[in-house]
């Protein structure tokens, strides 16, 4: 390695209720602490009270659908033939579409 630290990413995805944004806000406290520099993005303002009083942790809110799409709108065709053809491919591996 060249000296510089690993980066890591963790993604925290679930519906509603099921503690989603508790656990990421966990994981960013810990990391934090552990002195790692990091950014929790999250789509809620705050997340999680108290957040921003965590050395070493920054939050920032994002809009999830106006970002995502912004970033893949211009690919969004192709991704979309790439995902289409991996899909029949899986289908006929698994004998679920026998053409």
């Known amino acids: 390695m060249s000296g510089s630290p690993a980066v890591r990413t963790l993604l925290f995805t679930g519906p509603g209720g099921a503690g ?3 656990f990421a806000a966990a994981a ?3 990391a934090a602490r552990s002195g790692r520099r990091t950014v929790l993005l999250s ?3 705050p997340p999680v ?7 070493g942790l920054e939050v ?3 809009a999830g659908q106006a970002t ?3 970033l893949w709108g211009p690919a969004a065709a192709a991704v979309a033939t790439v995902v289409c053809l991996r899909r029949v491919e899986v289908r006929r591996w698994f004998q679920l579409d026998p053409r």
């Open 20 to 22: 989603t944004t508790t």
């Open 28 to 30: 960013a406290v810990r």
């Open 43 to 45: 789509r809620q303002e």
């Open 49 to 55: 009270p108290g957040l921003d009083q965590v050395a």
């Open 60 to 62: 920032a809110v994002v």
């Open 68 to 70: 995502f799409e912004s």
